[in-house]
């Protein structure tokens, strides 16, 4: 998932270049690859750690957050795209978002401490930003959609941390 991150990151940077001011691109390109540096390095060690279960749960979910918050501060840069770019960061947020199912496991606080950011972020942008071309029924309609696909992607979360946990505890029986 780095590299998509990274990648997604680049590509947002390269779209909005022409309208942002380029060190707040950089700046914030920096940060969203930064805080996957961190929590790789972090998350790498916390399952041998001599910390407590909740402890690294904690950790866990702050390193979620604040990458969230990273990710999700891509809306920023909405005011001056035009509504093909903000429609290809929307699928890139969204896109990160479902990712995120599978690589947190769907652990529901890990997960929403990550989704709920760039979500509803990305709603918000929609619902505020002026329109450039499109109608204001088009981006509240997308609004609306960005909550309806982080009410699906919470429950694939759900469903898919309940069939891990199912999982181990069906291999658990078998070992005893």
Same mark, same amino acid.
């Given at each position: 998932?780095?590299w998509?991150v990274?990648?997604s /990151?680049?590509?947002?940077? /390269?779209?909005a270049?022409? $309208?942002?001011? $380029?060190?707040?691109l950089?700046?914030?390109?920096?940060?969203v690859i930064g805080?996957?540096?961190?929590?790789?390095?972090?998350?790498?060690g916390?399952?041998?750690?001599?910390?407590?279960?909740a402890q690294r749960m904690?950790?866990?979910?702050?390193?979620?957050?604040?990458?969230?918050l /990273?990710?999700?501060?891509?809306v920023?840069?909405?005011?001056?795209?035009?509504?093909l770019q903000r429609?290809?960061v929307?699928?890139?947020?969204a896109?990160i978002?479902?990712?995120?199912?599978?690589?947190?496991?769907?652990?529901?606080?890990?997960?929403?401490?990550?989704?709920?950011?760039?979500?509803?972020?990305?709603?918000?942008?929609?619902?505020?930003?002026?329109?450039?071309?499109?109608?204001?029924?088009?981006?509240g309609?997308?609004?609306?959609?960005?909550?309806a696909?982080?009410a699906?992607q919470?429950?694939l979360a759900?469903d898919?941390?309940? /069939?891990?946990?199912?999982?181990?505890s069906?291999?658990?029986e078998q070992i005893?």
């Amino acid at each position: 998932m780095p590299w998509a991150v990274g990648l997604s /990151a680049l590509f947002v940077m /390269a779209m909005a270049w022409r $309208h942002v001011p $380029h060190w707040a691109l950089l700046a914030w390109a920096s940060s969203v690859i930064g805080m996957q540096v961190v929590r790789w390095s972090v998350l790498r060690g916390l399952p041998t750690s001599d910390r407590t279960h909740a402890q690294r749960m904690r950790i866990a979910v702050l390193l979620s957050g604040l990458n969230g918050l /990273a990710q999700g501060s891509a809306v920023v840069f909405f005011y001056d795209m035009t509504d093909l770019q903000r429609a290809v960061v929307s699928i890139l947020l969204a896109g990160i978002t479902a990712g995120a199912v599978g690589t947190t496991n769907g652990q529901p606080r890990v997960f929403k401490a990550f989704a709920w950011p760039v979500m509803l972020g990305l709603s918000l942008a929609w619902a505020i930003t002026p329109h450039n071309g499109s109608s204001l029924l088009v981006d509240g309609a997308m609004s609306v959609l960005c909550l309806a696909f982080l009410a699906v992607q919470n429950g694939l979360a759900r469903d898919n941390y309940r /069939a891990l946990t199912e999982s181990v505890s069906m291999r658990n029986e078998q070992i005893r």
